[in-house]
């Protein structure tokens, strides 16, 4: 029997862990949720032999993360599944949208360099194309209500 589609784990996903709700958290929830469906629109295009899970995690006034930067989180073999965790600044940036980018970008690294470790066969060359399709939807501007008030428009 298999399993339903939306069963299966994605070539690449993003999820979020928000750690209370603050007006920096919503900028950066607002920001995620719209790069996470630029990710989900596209993500189809995707063949991988390692699906990734990149996980931001949103500073909040309940809990921070206990890191920085990017690091790998869990490996579930059955689905060839990697979580790669990332850790916001409690400040967003002027534009959060390209800094969810660049961390995406940073987390297709981290996969790499894990998979290499661990003698995982996984190819960054398609996750690189898709994210430079991801950051071209950002750029044309198709919603910046997440920039920081008073930032300058294009």
């Known amino acids: 029997m298999t399993e339903p589609l939306s069963a299966q784990p994605r070539p690449l996903s993003v999820g979020v862990i928000v750690g209370g709700f603050t007006p920096e958290s919503k900028i950066w929830r607002e920001a995620l949720m719209r790069l996470s469906r630029s990710v989900s629109g ?3 295009q995707l063949d991988s032999e390692l699906n990734l899970n990149v996980e931001f995690h949103v500073p909040g006034h309940l809990l921070a993360p ?28 002027e534009n959060p949208y390209a800094y969810g980018v660049q961390a995406i970008r940073d987390s297709i690294d ?13 190819d960054p060359t398609p ?19 997440e920039q920081r008030p008073g930032a300058a428009r294009p």
């Open 42 to 44: 596209l993500r189809d």
């Open 66 to 93: 206990d890191f920085q930067g990017v690091r790998t989180g869990a490996f579930r073999k059955a689905d060839r599944l990697l979580k790669v965790q990332v850790a916001l600044p409690v400040n967003p940036p």
């Open 110 to 122: 981290e996969a790499e360099a894990w998979s290499k470790r661990r003698r995982i066969e996984f």
């Open 127 to 145: 996750f690189r194309s898709l994210l430079a399709l991801v950051e071209a939807n950002g750029q044309a501007g198709v919603d910046d209500q």
